[in-house]
């Protein structure tokens, strides 16, 4: 088990304040301070770009946004917090009566002490959030505001960070997590410390990975999009996706499935949880959600699944200024970063070989692989290596992996594993 808990209570500390968009400096800032965790190259798409059917939009820069009561003082400030502001919200400066206000100010009844997080990327428009106490506390029937919100569009550009983790293999995992969304920790601050942590996590053992890992800090949807567009080809061989979001809360434990249930992706997960003593809830594959969206897309067809720990949607938090360093704490995320660190290791090892001598069994002796002493079963087994080989040999013929094998034999996928790394380095197996 890793421990980074306390250093990603630093890092939420540092990047939790951030005003994040799909765009802008406030991403560019995050991904700066990520590359102190791993390295980082940073792609930027501009204003402009077309990126299948979206177009990269321009750059929103937020100076500065108030409200003043009738005696010219500042009630709602977006110094105070990021989200009393609509994300993209137009400039505006004007005095207005309360019922022209009011038409542009969110709140939850439900939540009087959560400040609601609101975007508007693709309409025009403006807007503020408060909280139900504040809009029942400050706001009167009656009296006039000055509202006053100073922000640019302007061409910039979209900006992503990407590491490529090269394994023996070329056959590469996904790992996706978004970086768009300003004061919020469980979404998306979570997912996006996971993913730096795993990142590091991946590198210290680079040298042992069968598979390469592709990890991908993106805005949300527009982010997926174009990278989709930009690495089509890349991403088409994908092998399987984590989509890293929401799990840093104190809540329950739970995963969401892949687009086909039956990919073994799902079944690693369930096991992984059962192994450490979770009980866990399973959402089902739907079409909302998170990035998985684009990448279950027809062209691609990616299965992801997400470990969720207070799953969107799920916690009242959600969306709100509620959902800050109180709720999150790193020992949580740290929880599910070792359930991935150990997730990522079982598909890290689900390698599907094939036979080179087909025809026939192999005359083991002559590589030196007919035991000495025969039956003799492998520890903490009821197998012996002799079975795993020749099972190894029948099955092996490029179609089928070793998690299949495992659960058609009933045996761990490691000690299939291990066998099949001395057949492929006696040149009898190779990887398909
Ligand atoms: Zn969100």
Avoid at 124 to 132: E, L, P
């Amino acid at each position: 088990m890793t421990n980074y808990s306390k250093e990603i209570d630093e890092y939420l500390q540092q990047l939790f304040p951030i005003t994040r968009s799909i765009m802008g400096e406030g991403n560019r800032k995050t991904l700066k301070i990520l590359q102190e965790i791993v390295p980082l190259e940073i792609l930027e798409y501009p204003t402009g770009k077309d990126v299948y059917t979206w177009t990269i939009p321009k750059e929103w820069k937020i100076k500065e946004a108030w409200i003043k009561n009738s005696n010219g003082e500042k009630i709602i400030d977006m110094l105070e917090c990021n989200l009393h502001v609509i994300n993209y919200a137009q400039s505006i400066n004007k005095k207005m009566s309360f019922s022209e206000l009011k038409e542009h100010l969110h709140y939850l009844e439900k939540l009087p002490d959560a400040i609601p997080y609101r975007t508007s990327y693709y309409n025009a428009n403006w807007g503020f959030c408060v909280s139900y106490n504040q809009y029942q506390e400050l706001f009167k029937e009656g009296e006039e505001y000055e509202v006053y919100i100073d922000s640019k569009f302007i061409d910039g550009s979209l900006s992503i960070g990407e590491l490529l983790i090269e394994g023996k293999s070329k056959k590469e995992y996904l790992i996706s997590c978004y970086l768009c969304h300003p004061s919020m920790a469980n979404d998306s601050l979570s997912g996006v410390l996971t993913a730096a942590f795993l990142a590091k996590e991946l590198l210290a053992k680079q040298d042992q990975l069968e598979h390469s890992y592709r990890i991908v800090f993106i805005p949300e949807t527009i982010g997926a999009v174009a990278y989709l567009a930009t690495h089509e080809e890349t991403m088409k061989k994908v092998k399987n996706g984590l989509v890293l979001t929401t799990c840093g809360g104190p809540g329950q434990l739970g995963y969401k499935q892949s687009l086909d249930k039956e990919n073994s992706i799902n079944a690693m997960i369930e096991e992984v949880f059962t192994e450490n003593g979770i009980e866990f809830i399973t959402y089902p594959f739907d079409i909302f959600g998170s990035d998985e969206r684009q990448y279950s897309s027809q062209g691609f067809k990616i299965n992801c699944v997400t470990i969720s720990k207070d799953k969107y949607y799920e916690y009242d938090y959600y969306h709100t200024s509620l959902d800050n360093l109180d709720f999150v704490k790193g020992k949580y995320i740290n929880e599910t970063l070792n359930l991935y660190v150990q997730l990522i290791e079982k598909m890290d090892k689900n390698i599907s070989y094939k036979s080179l001598y087909p025809n026939g069994e192999v005359m083991l002796s002559k590589y030196d692989l007919y035991p000495k002493t025969g039956g003799a079963l492998l520890p903490n087994s009821n197998i012996s290596a002799l079975s795993i080989i020749l099972w190894l040999l029948y099955y092996c013929d490029g179609t089928i992996d070793l998690y299949e094998i495992s659960n058609k034999l009933q045996v761990d996928m490691q000690l299939l594993y291990n066998e099949a790394v001395i057949l492929e380095e006696k040149l009898i197996l190779e990887k398909n």
